[in-house]
């Protein structure tokens, strides 16, 4: 069965494994690292300072950035936040807990923050950021989304496939029909469904876009070929 991994609101994971095993819902983790430039976007003023490091604002973002939570509030008074994950934190551990550097941004103001140290924490991460050593700083940083390189995210193993690198792919079939592309991906709980979108027409001609759902697990999963942009799958057009 495939599994696929799930990496931010669109980022988890997921895995190909046997019918009963379901897919893992919140890795944030590529398979393969694009490269990226280590200095992108990083300039402009220091919003906070600490022997340990600052916290810039930015011009630019690199380009291979992946969302994969939230500043929910401050913790405590030493300038520790707390952290919605946008999947389980045991899985997106490996991605938030592991970068060197974290991206936030809510509406323009864009700001690089360096971990000094982060953990679980329930169903939360819990952090300090170099540069913030004060709860009124910390409370300052609430609503900031926390975005990642792709770079950091932990390697995958075996028939795993995070989420962002599924979507946009095409969909065909083993008699090569076309069905679409990947739109997006939903979880039911038991596993990882693709919502493969494609051009239609309505009952008096005019074009639309619909959608199949295809559930991704080894009843219908074929073959997944990232550097060729395609998953085959067993189903037909008429489904």
């Known amino acids: 069965m495939a599994a696929v991994v799930v990496a931010s609101v669109e980022d988890m994971t997921t895995r190909s494994s046997s019918p009963s095993k379901t897919a893992s819902f919140g890795a ?46 401050a913790y405590g008074v030493k300038g520790w936040v707390k952290i919605f994950p946008h999947a389980g934190s045991a899985e997106i551990g490996g991605a938030l807990l592991r970068a060197k550097a ?11 923050a360096v971990p000094v140290t982060a953990k679980p924490h329930s169903a939360t991460i819990v952090a300090q950021l170099a540069g ?23 390697a995958l193993t075996g028939d795993e496939y995070y989420w962002v690198d599924l979507i946009g792919l095409a969909v065909v079939n083993e008699a090569g029909q076309a069905l679409g592309t990947v739109a997006a991906l939903i979880d039911n709980g038991a596993h990882s ?27 219908y999963i074929r073959a997944v070929d990232l550097a060729g942009k395609r998953i085959t799958v067993d189903w037909e057009t008429d489904y």
Do not use: M, N
Not at 105 to 111: E, I, N, P, S
Not at 200 to 218: A, N, Y
């Open 102 to 112: 974290w991206w936030l941004v809510k509406g323009h103001d864009r700001r690089r």
């Open 28 to 73: 944030f983790a590529p398979r393969r690292a694009k490269p990226v430039r280590e200095d992108a976007g990083v300039a402009a003023a220091d919003i906070g300072k600490t022997a340990a490091g600052t916290i810039e604002a930015v011009e630019a973002l690199p380009d291979d950035l992946v969302e994969v939570g939230a500043i929910a509030e």
């Open 193 to 219: 469904i693709l919502r493969v979108a494609y051009e239609s027409q309505r009952k008096d001609g005019t074009p639309t876009t619909s959608e199949r759902l295809i559930p991704f697990v080894d009843a």
């Open 132 to 154: 913030c050593d004060d709860r009124s700083v910390a409370e300052s940083l609430r609503g900031f989304t926390i975005h990642v390189r792709r770079a950091d995210f932990p």
